[in-house]
């Protein structure tokens, strides 16, 4: 069924067809509230939260956007709420943190060839300010448009392109820093 | 070329194509039964409690509506009529009906859902 049929059927209370909806965007945000709330045991109860949310306001949605740039745009405030709530609001600079949290035993030969450079590579982005790994997430991996970022997030799109290029250029410093040091 | 330049040269493809890689947040394979669920017992309680609100309003209205008229009719023995209704066991009786009324309606629903 495709997807505005879906959201008519809901729309009109078939709470069945709410389940495809579900299913159809809960990598989408997952991801988004994984990148942002960080917490594995907050994940799945701040998905509950932005699925019902949606559920609650799907009459609200006119189709002005795609279907998943409203939802992200859901899951993005509802993250921020959720973190407000928990005073965590205040950023970790990542200048701040420890280098030994970047570094590992790989050789510089394997770096981008294993898992290892997988999970530090995660480990980086999750300690990037939340503006960074926001849009790093939604530009690279749910590969939205600036434009779609700019109606997600509210930051205009020169915010977005600097914040992306600040954050790639923090990814591979770290990451530099990281297969110098094991060298 | 050092270290770190040949670094940045090679590196640009390949750390897009990581970004882009599941970082591997996955929800439980029962997400969406527990999110329905939920669904279910929000509408549920929020449907049974506009129905007893709605009841309990339609009472008071009735009740307000009968008061006002034997008030316009029948001055002199509205104080009897109040005292009457006021005193004794009959507000007892009533706040009684009333809790056991929100219970069924609501709270057994309720809890029922959470099993």
């Known amino acids: ?183 | 070329m050092d270290s770190k330049t040949e670094f940045n040269s090679e590196s640009n493809g390949l750390l897009e194509k990581l970004l882009k890689e599941d970082p591997g947040y996955n929800l439980s394979d029962d997400f969406a039964d527990k999110l329905m669920h939920k669904i279910e017992i929000q509408q549920s309680v929020k449907q049974n409690t506009i129905e007893f609100f709605t009841v309990l309003g339609t009472v008071i209205g009735i009740l307000i509506t009968f008061c006002c008229t034997y008030y316009y009719l029948n001055k002199e023995n509205f104080i009897q009529l109040k005292s009457l209704v006021f005193n004794g066991y009959t507000p007892i009786i009533v706040v009684f009906v009333l809790f056991i009324y929100f219970m069924d309606k609501v709270m057994l629903r309720l809890f029922n859902l959470l099993k």
């Open chain 1, 1 to 183: 069924m495709q997807e505005t049929n879906l959201i008519d059927q809901v729309k009109r209370g078939n709470t069945h067809a709410f389940r495809y909806i579900v299913a159809n965007n809960q990598k989408l945000v997952a991801h988004i509230v994984g990148r942002i709330v960080l917490d594995r045991d907050e994940i799945q109860d701040v998905c509950q939260e932005v699925f019902i949310k949606v559920y609650q306001r799907i009459n609200e949605f006119r189709g002005e956007s795609r279907f998943s740039t409203w939802i992200a745009s859901i899951a993005y405030h509802q993250c921020l709420n959720h973190l407000r709530k928990k005073r965590r609001l205040n950023e970790t600079n990542i200048d701040d943190l420890p280098i030994e949290h970047f570094q590992n035993e790989a050789s510089p030969d394997i770096i981008f060839d294993n898992n290892e450079t997988k999970r530090l590579l995660k480990q980086i982005v999750e300690s990037l300010p939340l503006s960074y790994r926001t849009v790093i997430t939604l530009f690279y991996l749910e590969e939205f448009s600036y434009a779609e970022i700019e109606q997600i997030t509210g930051m205009p799109e020169g915010t977005i392109k600097s914040n992306l290029f600040r954050a790639k250029a923090i990814l591979k410093e770290k990451l530099s820093n990281t297969s110098l040091n094991s060298r």
